[in-house]
């Protein structure tokens, strides 16, 4: 019931009414929820004291207040006090209160497909520090709506982080801002980040230092609760060794390259067009010779006068570090690509029945639904797969205008790559072309992609496949262009994918250990607990709002 109310799924007077019933019927220990708001009676008063009752035994840290630049409804800008949970109090919170152990949180070892382990160690002995007591941190921003609406800006800002030794592992909150209320300057919101990450750098620092802090961040006085701890021992230290998140939120706070920019990634040189243009994908393109080196990128971003992020002020924190992600640049980019060319190839040319393009989907569906059912016949078991429940032509290409591309989930998408596979061996021994024969070898290195990365790591294959994958790709956009077509389009997603592939997955390991499904799970969690039904919708009642729920779930252990 506690869980339901938290999340938004019951209100406060239903879980008071609730609270009241249940007790009338002798269940115990819900008398304060049923007393909330005297009874029902002050209306307006409910939920606090719901929220009071709550927490009301809870040892989970409060907020710690930040001005940070932000931009009210009113369009004017001014600095106010917002509410963030500090992670070096959490991660006491969690030690202290036996959710975790520090041996286990410093266990890097069993991640055996990635290299967090050599790069913890090295970095305990450039500082040293004994790595049994260093716990090693990712951090994730990333945009999600929080209610309905027709404009844009109904999305909320989540800044999270989680330990790095559980491939599955919990995420953890550290603020939450509204997208309408960042900073409208001109900045595009970069201000109101910057003020954030400024906190969170400064707590990464505490935790390499090992004991709470004497000052707040902007040297200014502690609260009384934290400066009757101030000098105290954590008992542990921390360091910051990953960042996630898409392509547009790595714009918005590292100010790397947008898709669209002339010189379009901070990993290497590559452009748009010309000697260095990223859609020449081959062994011997260009940009391949022009890798940055360690630190080189942030000193061309300060000749720019484009200032490093403040999160780059972690200890050991570098721009390798910041991960691409096989769920953006795939699941949701290059993969749905392919399968969108596939399907659309399918519906014209694989002889199904239907005398239009819309009909001919409709028998594509039921083809889609048949290979699900074979799945479980061969699983011999329902599969827990995610599935689409339907197949339309605007899920295939958007007009007649736009190039092929499938739209669904990411993890719809990654479902469906042996779907694809299938597809273009039937096309295959329906024309015996070099055409279908190079569509059939792209999805096939393609399925063997996630093969690799889902059940024998290699990063050798995985960057020789990425490599096959993305030259037959470009090829075959050449082939449609001499042919007048609009398919196959090369995107700058295919150049992520060769990024992480045939580069990041030897400095960081396998994909898979830190693609961004579980931060993802976490966002969705976050934007149902930023619904609001009433209240003031300041920003910092906004953000408490969410603290506040978000403490209270992690109280009683349901996150």
């Known amino acids: 019931m506690t869980t339901l109310y938290l999340t938004n799924k019951m209100s406060a007077p239903e879980m008071r009414l609730t609270a009241d019933l249940a007790a009338q019927a002798g269940a115990q220990g819900l008398e304060l929820l049923a007393k909330a708001g005297n009874r029902g009676r002050a209306y307006r008063n409910v939920a606090r004291d719901i929220q009071r009752a709550i927490t009301r035994k809870s040892s989970v840290p409060e907020p710690y207040l930040v001005a940070i630049p932000i931009t009210t409804g009113s369009g004017e800008q001014c600095h106010v006090e917002h509410p963030v949970l500090l992670p070096h109090e959490l991660l006491e919170y969690l030690l202290s209160s036996g959710t975790a152990r520090l041996e286990d949180l410093v266990d890097l070892e069993s991640r055996v497909d990635q290299t967090l382990h050599k790069r913890h160690r090295e970095f305990c002995r450039q500082h040293n520090l004994d790595a049994r007591n260093v716990v090693a941190l990712g951090f994730h921003g990333d945009g999600v709506p929080y209610r309905k609406a027709t404009h844009k800006q109904a999305s909320t800002e989540v800044l999270s982080w989680n330990l790095l030794c559980d491939l599955d592992g919990k995420r953890y909150l550290f603020a939450d ?34 004991h709470h802090p004497d000052t707040r961040h902007d040297r200014g006085p502690l609260d009384a609760p934290r400066a009757g701890k101030a000098g105290q021992p954590l008992g542990f230290q921390g360091v910051l060794l990953q960042a996630r998140g898409d392509w ?14 002339k010189a379009l990634c901070w990993r290497c040189r590559a452009t748009q067009e010309g000697p260095l243009a990223y859609t020449k994908c081959g062994l011997l393109a260009a940009w391949r010779n022009t890798r940055y080196k360690p630190g080189e990128y942030l000193r061309q971003q300060v000749r720019e006068n484009s200032n490093p992020s403040p999160l780059f002020a972690c200890p ?38 239907g005398r239009s393009a819309k009909e001919r989907c409709k028998t594509l569906a039921v083809k889609l639904q048949h290979y699900y059912q074979q799945q479980a016949q061969a699983a011999g078991h329902p599969t827990n797969t995610s599935k689409l429940q339907d197949l339309t032509l605007t899920m295939i290409r958007k007009d007649y205008k736009s190039y092929p591309k499938l739209k669904a989930k990411g993890a719809e998408t990654r479902a469906l790559v042996l779907f694809g596979v299938a597809l273009a061996q039937e096309l295959h021994a329906r024309h015996h072309s070099g055409h279908t024969r190079m569509v059939t070898e792209v999805v096939q290195d393609l399925h063997e992609i996630y093969e690799v990365m889902c059940r024998s790591f290699d ?70 607990l930023a619904a609001r039904k009433g209240g003031p ?21 349901d996150i």
């Open 316 to 353: 050991g924190f570098t721009v390798e570090q910041v991960s691409i992600g096989a769920l953006r640049c795939m699941d949701l980019g290059v993969t749905q690509d392919i399968l969108g060319n596939i399907l659309w190839e399918a519906l014209h040319e694989l002889g199904l029945p």
């Open 459 to 528: 990063a050798g294959r995985l960057a020789t496949l990425s490599t096959q994958v993305a030259d037959k790709f470009s090829k075959l956009e050449a082939e449609a262009r001499r042919d007048g077509k609009l398919a196959w389009k090369v995107k700058p997603k295919l150049h992520m994918m060769q990024e992480l592939l045939e580069y990041q997955s030897h400095e960081l390991g396998n994909p898979r250990g830190y693609w961004e499904y579980r931060d993802e799970d976490f966002v969705g969690l976050v934007s149902r």
């Open 177 to 210: 801002i509204h997208h309408e209320f960042l900073c409208t300057c001109g900045c595009r919101g970069r201000h109101t980040f910057d003020a954030l990450l400024e906190v969170f750098a400064w707590s990464m620092v505490v935790l390499l230092g090992g």
């Open 248 to 261: 547009a939120w790595f714009n918005q706070v590292f100010s790397f390259p947008n898709w669209n920019a």
């Open 537 to 557: 919708a300041t920003p910092k009642a906004c953000a408490r709002g969410v603290l506040q729920r978000y403490r209270a779930l992690l109280g009683v252990g």
